[in-house]
Nanobody, 125 residues
Framework: QVQLVESGGDSVQAGGSLRLSCTAS????????VAWFRQAPGKEREGVAR????????DGVASVKGRFTISQDNAKNTVYLQMNSLKPEDTAMYYC??????????????????WGQGTQVTVSS
């Protein structure tokens, strides 16, 4: 049974930083794709960044490049999302998600099999 547990969400002021964590359990083999998504009230869930846990290769959407960094600690089975220079428009529920294939193409919700419960990030101006 695969489980993803997010943590690290909080309320911060614009310009601040947060680090989100996604700890995974239940994977029978290494090498899969883990991504961070976010969903603001009344908006579609959008992919933010992803990492191929085997190769360590990463990608992120244009709106967060230069501000958000995805990384991993394989020993802890944890993927992180370091978020710097936060803006009010980054306010959303943040979810981590995973699937067993290598990351490919765009970060699309339909590609991912397992999801965490989400962690709230609120950025005030």
């Amino acid at each position: 049974q695969v489980q993803l547990v997010e943590s690290g969400g909080d309320s911060v002021q614009a310009g601040g930083s947060l680090r989100l964590s996604c700890t995974a359990s239940g994977f029978s083999r290494s090498g899969h794709c883990v991504a961070w998504f976010r969903q603001a009230p009344g908006k579609e869930r959008e992919g933010v960044a992803r990492i191929s846990t085997g190769a360590g290769s990463t990608d992120g959407v244009a709106s967060v490049k230069g501000r958000f960094t995805i990384s991993q600690d394989n020993a802890k089975n944890t993927v992180y999302l370091q978020m710097n220079s936060l803006k009010p428009e980054d306010t959303a529920m943040y979810y981590c998600a995973a699937h067993l294939r290598l990351c490919w193409g765009s970060i699309e919700r339909a590609k991912f099999t397992w999801w965490g419960q989400g962690t709230q990030v609120t950025v005030s101006s």
